[in-house]
């Protein structure tokens, strides 16, 4: 599976952006997608996961109410709204996919997108 991100920029606080994550091959409803984010000096952290069918999804309680990730099986696309945008969200976010069920760890996902760089300015 290759994953493409795409639709990072530069944002004021209290903005909006959705990202979008184009994923290459015919099984993509197979695979859970996620979105992590990591900024300067800090850890990969999960952001938000749908499962294959996109009836279920979860988030960070971070972006709770905020983001809204959701997919398209039929264009192997995941997306990423982020409305309220917060300073505190500024990251490179990495589209991330696994096949089946997934976690919240960097680890347990197998394929990774390039990532796309988000900045809010305060």
């Known amino acids: 599976v290759q994953l493409q991100a795409s639709g990072g920029g530069l944002v004021q606080a209290g903005g909006f952006l959705r990202l979008s994550c184009a994923a290459s091959?015919?099984?993509?409803?197979?695979?859970?997608m996620g979105w992590f984010r990591q900024a300067p000096g800090k850890e990969r952290e999960f952001v938000a996961g749908?499962?294959?069918?996109?009836?279920?999804?979860y988030y960070a309680d971070s972006v709770k109410g905020r983001f809204t990730i959701s997919r398209d099986n039929a264009k192997n696309t995941v997306y990423l709204q982020m409305n309220s945008l917060k300073p505190e969200d500024t990251a490179v976010y990495y589209c991330?996919?696994?096949?089946?069920?997934?976690?919240?760890?960097?680890?347990?996902?197998?394929?990774w997108g390039q990532g796309t760089l988000v900045t809010v300015s305060s």
């Open positions: 991330a996919a696994v096949r089946g069920s997934y976690g919240l760890g960097p680890l347990e996902w197998d394929y």
């Open positions: 091959g015919r099984t993509f409803s197979r695979y859970s």
């Open positions: 749908i499962s294959g069918s996109g009836g279920s999804t």
